[in-house]
Structures are given as C-alpha cells and as structure tokens.
C-alpha cells in the first residue's frame, strides 16, 4: 500500500458520518494495524454489502433480501403499516421493540427548501398497499417537525379512500423528561394530546 | 467584530455539515438574515429551529459581509401548537417558504416583520387567519414595490363597486367596466378592500385572494425564484380547496 492509498483510505473515511478528517486517520491507523482482525474483515463485510444489501421494493427497507426480512416475517402482524420518513427511523422502532407490524419508508418529507415534492416520496407505494383488504391500520410515525408533519397531513389525504384507519405516533413529554426544561411547543402539544387516565 | 441582536422568525433551516444548520430569519430590524448556527441539526436546538418558531437571535460576525453564526434562544414556539392542524401548519409553511424565496437579503422591512408577526399570531387565535394570510401577501407586494392599486376604478375613476383588478396594472376595476373583459381580469375579494365588512370571508374569497396574490408575485416579484413559487404555497391552497 503506497502514501496514496493511505492518504485515499482516510479521505474516503472522513466522508462516513460522524468521522473528520482526523478522526479517518486514526481509524485509518487503526485498520492497518490490525490488518487480518479488523481491516480484512471490514473490507470483506463492505464488499458484501455493496453487492447484497438492496432497497425493499415492497417498503423501502435495506436487506440483503428483496422483500425484506420484516415484510417476509409472518409472525408479524401484516394488518399495520407503520409509516416513517427514512430507514433509520425504520430502525429506531425495530430498536425500541414495542411495534410487530410492517413498515413503509417513505425516503425523506415534503420539503419547500430542499425542492422534495410528493413525487419524490415513496407515497404512491403506500396507497397501494394501504388498498390491501388485510390491512386495517395505517401509523403515521413522522418527526414533530413543520416539514414531518406537513408530509403527515399530505398522506392522511392520500390515504382518505382507502377504507384504512389512521393514526399518529403520540407528541409531547419524553421518558426522564421535567416540565421546567421543555419548550413551549413540547408542552403545549402534550397539552393538547392529554388522555384519560 | 460585527455584533447585533434582534428579535426574529426561523424561516428556515437548513443541515450544514454534523451538527450546524445555515439558519434564515427574519428579523425585525435586519431583516432576512442568514446565519450559522452551530449545533442547529443537534437535538437541542432542532425544535427551536423549526419555520415560524420566535426567537431572540444574537449574530456575529468578524466582517459584516460574512455569513456570521447566530446563537438563539427561543421566545415564541409558534410551530408546535400548529403541528396537528394541517391547514394552519400549511398555511405557516408557505408563508415562511414565500418570505424566504421573495424577501431581499440584510434589508430591513420592518412593516413586514410586525405583519409577519401579526400573521403568526393570527394562526393561533384568529377565526379569519386565511384573510389575514391574502393581506399579508398583498403587503408583501406593496412593501416590495409591486403594490396594488385598490382606490378606485382604473377606467371610470369611481370608487365603489371595485370587483377585479387588472392583471396587467394591478389597478382595481368596478363591475361596470369590467364586464367587456370577461374572465380576463383578475377578481378582487371585498374583505381586501378598506380591511372588509368585518365579516369572515368565505371559501371562494380566500381562493380569488389568494389567485390575486399569487398572480403578482409569480408574474412581477418572481425573477428571484425562476417565475414559480414554492410548492409549499401551491400545497396549501390545495388544503384550503379540501
């Protein structure tokens, strides 16, 4: 391996998230040092991935299967689409563990700054599948946020004719959350979204 | 060192690089004005940082024609009430998509910030909250120099009966001397004239308002935006037509 390899290596991991340019190199440093216990394994798990890991034609989730694992699960409940904005958020709730339905990524939100309209958006999915007779629940699980919600509002009018029930993931006081360290808008929606007890 | 601070609106923000966002507001003395804002992406600030939400912004810069970073805190969380109400939530997205496109740049506008402020206000508590979005739009207009003219009649002079506006000279035009022109002309909502009846304007008003509005602003204010205006402006007239 020459200079510019190394010099190549680090670049291109100071693109990974969460790494900078001197962070890369010490990461750098650290695969070369360990070449057959971490660096081969990394370069062979990286190879894999770019040829098996694809996009769910069925709900936009990456797997190394094409429909994905969760969508080909049938101890899931396939009555309930889960709907979020990315695969992370997609990971999130697989994560928490507190939900055994199925899921649709729809790969961003409505954004006026960003040029992302509802073409871009993986919706037309949605309604066709929310057409499906077996399901019977359509979650909406977008971030509190003017553009997450405004993308929730657009698919709640999609979703209109389909004869599904909708619902929305819950706004207001996180778990370890006090009322004094909150914003307004936090409290204020859970203020709003008050149940009985 | 440059240094101010002033009290303004998060019209948007925008992820710039981890952990900032490149912030635009509209102050109430400055202005748009654009900003970095670091760790605006983060958790902490994001809430903060959402379209409409007031602040108290501080910016510095070493030159005043730099970027410069702002350090904000919130004083009015104007987006989260308006989270679960799609067409105020639409309503509050185009207008801070319409201000961002179409306001100038570190000029001052301090007319429109207090009418922005008065729109803000109005989605909360206001019954006639779409009436006072069309006469924000036509503030907007005037405060950008594309003002309408809704005095009186372009053809005969009177003052009465005003019914549509020229496309072409903003100037109103009374029923009479409106009718040769068919549907050429654009149609003029009473509720634009001398602040309305006082009534709540009905659905066909809102919609001819905001046709009026949206005419000028794409046909005379629109070479900033390539002569199309934010999609977000065109999704919540799509609401207001349910």
């Known amino acids: 391996m020459t200079g510019g390899d190394i010099e190549r290596l680090i670049q291109l991991l100071a693109k990974v998230p969460g790494l900078g340019p001197r962070s890369a190199r010490r990461a750098a440093l650290h695969l070369l040092k360990r070449k057959e216990t971490a660096l081969e394994p990394l370069a062979d798990?990286?190879?894999?991935?770019?040829?098996?890991?694809?996009?769910?034609?069925?709900?936009?989730?990456?797997?190394?299967i094409d429909p994905c694992s969760i969508c080909v699960d049938q101890n899931r409940n396939l009555t309930i689409i889960c709907v979020v904005e990315d695969v992370?958020?997609?990971?999130?709730?697989?994560?928490?563990?507190?939900?055994?339905?199925?899921?649709?990524?729809?790969?961003?939100?409505?954004?006026?700054?960003?040029?992302?309209?509802?073409?871009?958006?993986?919706?037309?999915?949605?309604?066709?599948?929310?057409?499906?007779e077996n399901v019977v629940e359509v979650i909406?699980?977008?971030?509190?946020t003017v553009d997450?919600?405004?993308?929730?509002?657009?698919?709640?009018?999609?979703?209109?004719?389909?004869?599904?029930?909708?619902?929305?993931?819950?706004?207001?006081?996180?778990v370890g959350g006090e009322l004094d360290y909150l914003d307004d808008g936090t409290i204020s929606a859970a203020m709003k979204a008050r149940r009985p007890i | 060192m440059m240094h101010w601070t002033d009290s303004g609106f998060v019209l948007s923000a925008r992820k710039h690089g981890e952990s900032s966002a490149i912030v635009n507001v509209l102050t109430r003395e400055h202005g748009r004005h654009a900003g970095l804002v670091r760790g605006g992406s983060g958790r902490r600030l994001r809430g903060i940082l959402q379209p409409g939400n007031e602040i108290a912004a501080s910016w510095r810069a070493r030159l005043s024609e730099h970027l410069g970073s702002y350090t904000v805190e919130l004083s009015g969380g104007r987006a989260g009430p308006l989270l679960g109400?799609?067409?105020?939530?639409?309503?509050?997205?185009?207008?801070?998509?319409?201000?961002?496109?179409?306001?100038?740049?570190?000029?001052?506008?301090?007319?429109?910030?207090?009418?922005?402020r008065i729109l803000m206000a109005s989605f909360e508590h206001a019954p006639d909250w779409q009436a006072v979005y069309v006469r924000w739009e036509l503030g907007l207009l005037a405060e950008l120099g594309f003002g309408l003219d809704l005095s009186k009649c372009a053809a005969?002079?009177?003052?009465e009966n005003l019914t549509h506006v020229s496309p072409c000279t903003g100037r109103a035009v009374c029923e009479e001397a409106a009718?040769?022109?068919?549907?050429?002309?654009?149609?003029?909502?009473?509720?634009?004239?001398?602040?309305?009846?006082?009534?709540?304007?009905?659905?066909?008003?809102?919609?001819?308002?905001?046709?009026?509005?949206?005419?000028f602003l794409e046909n005379h204010v629109g070479a900033s935006f390539h002569g199309k205006l934010p999609a977000s402006r065109g999704r919540f007239i799509d609401r207001l037509r349910g």
């Open chain 1, 88 to 132: 992370a958020d997609l990971w999130a709730l697989e994560r928490a563990g507190g939900f055994r339905g199925q899921y649709h990524v729809l790969g961003g939100t409505l954004s006026a700054l960003d040029g992302v309209g509802p073409d871009d958006l993986n919706i037309t999915g949605l309604v066709n599948r929310a057409h499906d």
């Open chain 2, 85 to 116: 109400e799609a067409d105020k939530l639409a309503g509050l997205a185009s207008a801070c998509a319409i201000a961002e496109a179409l306001m100038p740049e570190r000029e001052s506008h301090p007319a429109l910030y207090a009418a922005f």
């Open chain 2, 156 to 159: 005969t002079g009177v003052t």
């Open chain 1, 140 to 144: 909406l699980a977008m971030g509190a």
């Open chain 1, 148 to 174: 997450g919600q405004t993308t929730a509002h657009y698919v709640i009018d999609r979703l209109a004719d389909c004869g599904v029930s909708v619902s929305q993931l819950a706004h207001g006081i996180p």
């Open chain 1, 45 to 64: 798990a990286l190879v894999a991935a770019a040829e098996k890991v694809r996009t769910c034609s069925t709900c936009g989730n990456l797997d190394g």
């Open chain 2, 179 to 215: 009718a040769p022109y068919g549907g050429r002309l654009l149609r003029l909502p009473a509720f634009l004239l001398n602040g309305g009846n006082g009534a709540t304007p009905g659905n066909d008003a809102i919609h001819d308002g905001l046709a009026l509005t949206g005419h």
